[in-house]
């Protein structure tokens, strides 16, 4: 289509959205344009920002209609891949949240972030399966499965969704449940945004008021004892308790002991959902480790955001890399402190992160989201400094990873996959359930319109 004809085009658009639209050249465009996790540079023809599910509605037909890439983005902690020369559509700006306390339960849109939905909900004595990171979007991590603070006890996010109201790739409305559309309630549970773009999402609350959480730290000399005994005394906690272990670098003016500023450091995150058993879980650990600095403590589960320090760089474009592991050995845990003594900085933050619990009840994963059976899910994420580019650190990860051998099980982690790594989407699904992914697919986006994301095939 000619240039002039797009522009009528666009006029008539923005006359019919409640939100705006916004072109190249026009003010907040490079804003608008830019993801929050800066991986992805691009440069859309128009961007809609849209208020309501009519706008979204709207936007999907003239992306179709005039044959534009169309890009989705909630709160860009996931961009994989540019709309260049397309339409950009954001959604940061529908932040309605409404908690139902008849069904305990909170109906909200794609620009809620963890940390506003938590505000709410637990003004109201309620919690989600939250991520472990305040300005994540909610939607947008619950429908790549979502693995947060509490998931040995809740689960993946997914698991808690009631029901979506999703705009399919014709412009038209549905509400996908257990009793509608069954098929695409299945699927975006899990399978992110490859079947429409949910305009909202009702999810379970859980009742819990106060949760026992915070880090312990201990000093790199210590880091190959401690884990060895994090190891052995994690394998048998509750599911009320999930644990995270890091290896990262402690910023000189940091809030704790001289020991641990401006060094590389361990600690244990601990989420505890019973502030009763608390002390007896934490004591083993305490009295053959006392930690160098321990602010675990009876906190709201919003404030856990704060200890994920690799999360508080928005502006500065970070690369990651996540793979499930198959176990934590004396080995991975030399080889892990090796890293750390050598590699940290540039390499940010290593993550361990427990799993298990309630991943391996047997009514989980009765969705798209595939639950893996590996014990630990491993994170490394290194940001570029004034002094490194990105493929300096991809590099530094990648070799990282690849000095650690044949220690992974191969599954693939949807929500942490990088654009680089579309080759790897049917491993977070497994064989069976990837093939459904790819029916249900082709029934409900048969031209692939959602194809900037991690994409299921046709
Ligand atoms: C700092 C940080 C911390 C994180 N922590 C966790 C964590 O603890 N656990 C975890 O599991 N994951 C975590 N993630 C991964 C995160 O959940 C995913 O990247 C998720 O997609 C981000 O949501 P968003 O709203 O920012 O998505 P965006 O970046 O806005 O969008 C990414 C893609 O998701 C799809 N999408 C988003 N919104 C919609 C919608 N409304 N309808 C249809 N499709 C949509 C689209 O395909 C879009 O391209 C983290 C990521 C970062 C950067």
Not at 85 to 104: A, H, P, V
Not at 392 to 418: C, H, I, M, P, S
């Amino acid at each position: 289509m000619k240039a002039v004809e797009l522009s009528k085009s666009i006029e008539g658009l923005t006359g019919a959205l409640q939100g705006r639209v916004c072109l190249p050249g026009q003010k907040n465009y490079d804003e608008l344009r830019t993801p929050w996790l800066r991986v992805i540079n691009q440069h859309p023809a128009l961007i809609v920002e849209a208020t309501s599910v009519s706008d979204i509605a709207a936007a999907v037909r003239f992306a179709r209609n005039h044959s534009l890439p169309l890009g989705v983005m909630s709160t860009g902690h996931g961009i994989v891949a540019a709309c260049d020369n397309g339409l950009l559509l954001r959604l940061t700006q529908m932040k309605r949240i409404e908690i139902n306390s008849q069904t305990n339960s909170a109906r909200l849109e794609p620009g809620v972030t963890s940390g506003e939905m938590l505000k709410l909900t637990e003004a109201e004595g309620w919690v989600y399966a939250a991520g472990q990171v305040s300005n994540v979007g909610v939607i947008g991590y619950t429908l790549g499965g979502g693995m947060g603070w509490l998931v040995r006890k809740l689960g993946a996010a997914c698991e808690a969704v009631q029901s979506v109201e999703v705009v399919l790739a014709d412009g038209s409305v549905v509400t996908a449940s257990a009793q509608e559309n069954a098929d695409l309630f299945w699927a975006v549970r899990g399978g992110g945004g490859n079947f429409g773009i949910v305009a909202s999402l009702e999810l379970n609350l859980v009742p819990i008021k106060t949760i026992v959480g915070g880090e312990a730290w201990y000093s790199l000399s210590s880091a190959r004892d401690v884990m060895r005994y994090y190891r052995d005394w994690s394998a048998d906690l509750p599911e009320d308790t999930s644990t995270v272990l890091r290896l990262m670098a402690v910023e000189p003016n940091a809030d704790l002991p001289d020991q641990l500023r401006g060094k590389t450091a361990c600690a244990i995150g601990i989420c505890h959902a019973n502030p009763e058993t608390a002390d007896a879980m934490l004591k083993p650990l305490f009295s053959h480790h006392p930690p160098l600095v321990n602010n675990i403590k009876a906190r709201q589960l919003s404030e856990m955001a704060q200890f994920d320090k690799a999360s508080h760089l928005p502006g500065a474009p970070t690369y990651g890399h996540v793979e499930f592991l198959k176990s934590l050995s004396n080995e991975v845990i030399d080889k892990l402190v090796a890293v750390a003594e050598h590699s940290i900085p540039p390499l940010m933050q290593i993550e361990v992160q427990q799993l298990g619990g309630a991943l391996q009840h047997s009514n989980a994963g009765q969705c798209a989201f595939a639950p893996s059976a590996a014990p630990y899910l491993l994170h490394l994420v290194t940001p570029v400094t004034p002094k490194t580019t990105l493929e300096d650190v991809a590099k530094a990860t990648q070799k990282a990873f690849a000095d650690l051998g044949d220690v992974y099980t191969g599954e693939a982690n949807y929500n942490f996959l990088r654009g680089d790594e579309q080759f790897r989407v049917p491993k977070a699904f497994g064989e069976e359930k990837y093939k459904r992914l790819r029916e249900i697919k082709r029934r409900f986006d048969s031209e692939n319109l959602f194809h900037l994301n991690l994409n299921i095939a046709l």
